[in-house]
């Protein structure tokens, strides 16, 4: 039976966000995909309406790089007449390379995407979702928060805002009945990894596939947890980040970063 509870998903089109909406479709969830790609959000569209005939399912196409982004995507929700249940803030992308040589304008646009369009989505969200007193947002950050990451450094920062923001928002939203959860993945097999240029890394040869993160985050979260972190070995990583001392744990990240060979 369809659950007309909506959960909208930025950065739908591929990865993580992509296996979000199909586990929340298995769910009977109603979904709003949202992402740049319009042919993908079709193409997913098509998929889940396939296996799901009876979902309900809403594609919005727009660029959460700029700077009016999240505002023209919570003007659209509310021009459907479409009220967020949960949100995933999963869109997001890294650069990896020397702070000094990166470009410019790409280190804006990502911290735009990772930092200033999800703090603007969750603040948008949370007071429609307070005064219901349900529901909830997921931001996906990673396990590059617990450390700086040399090679990573901009990246690496923005993800330690956003878990620094999940868990501060957890204890703030949870007193009106909302769970906010940090989804704080490692490495992970989706184009963003691509993107990054990951692979090269020396940390990027194990990876968890984009379905096993989604279910771990999608899970946690219905479990009221405020970070989830996906893979025992993700989890001792992260522990042993805060363990170290900082001087030794940024400089084993920055090995880890430099390109093998």
Not at 36 to 52: N, V, W
Not at 170 to 189: K, Q, S
Request: proline share 5%.
């Amino acid at each position: 039976m369809n659950d007309p509870r909506w959960a909208v998903i930025t950065g739908a089109s591929s990865g993580i966000g992509a296996e979000m909406a199909r586990i929340y479709a298995g769910r009977g969830r109603s979904l709003v995909l949202a992402a740049r790609r319009e042919a993908r959000l079709a193409e997913l569209k098509a998929e889940i309406g396939s296996r799901h005939p009876d979902a309900r399912i809403e594609t919005v196409v727009l660029d959460l790089e700029e700077p009016d982004g999240a505002e023209a995507l919570m003007a659209e929700l509310d021009r459907r007449g479409i009220e967020l249940e949960t949100l995933v803030n999963n869109a997001g992308f890294g650069l990896r390379g020397g702070f000094a040589t990166l470009p410019y304008r790409d280190q804006l646009a990502m911290l735009q995407l990772n930092v200033v369009s999800l703090t603007q989505l969750c603040r948008l969200a949370l007071p429609g979702l307070a005064a219901r007193r349900r529901g909830g947002i997921i931001n996906v950050a990673s396990t590059a928060a617990f450390q700086a990451i040399p090679y990573m450094a901009a990246y690496a920062a923005t993800k330690a805002y956003v878990l620094s923001l999940s868990e501060a928002l957890h204890e703030e939203a949870g007193r009106h009945g909302v769970v906010v959860t940090a989804l704080c993945p490692g490495p992970t097999a989706t184009e963003f990894s691509a993107r990054a240029d990951l692979e090269r890394s020396r940390m990027f040869e194990r990876p968890m596939s984009a379905a096993e993160v989604a279910q771990a985050g999608i899970d946690g979260h219905e479990a009221g947890r405020a970070v989830v972190i996906p893979g025992a070995s993700n989890r001792l990583g992260a522990i042993g980040a805060k363990l170290a001392p900082r001087r030794l744990a940024r400089q084993i990240a920055g090995w880890l970063q430099r390109p093998k060979g």
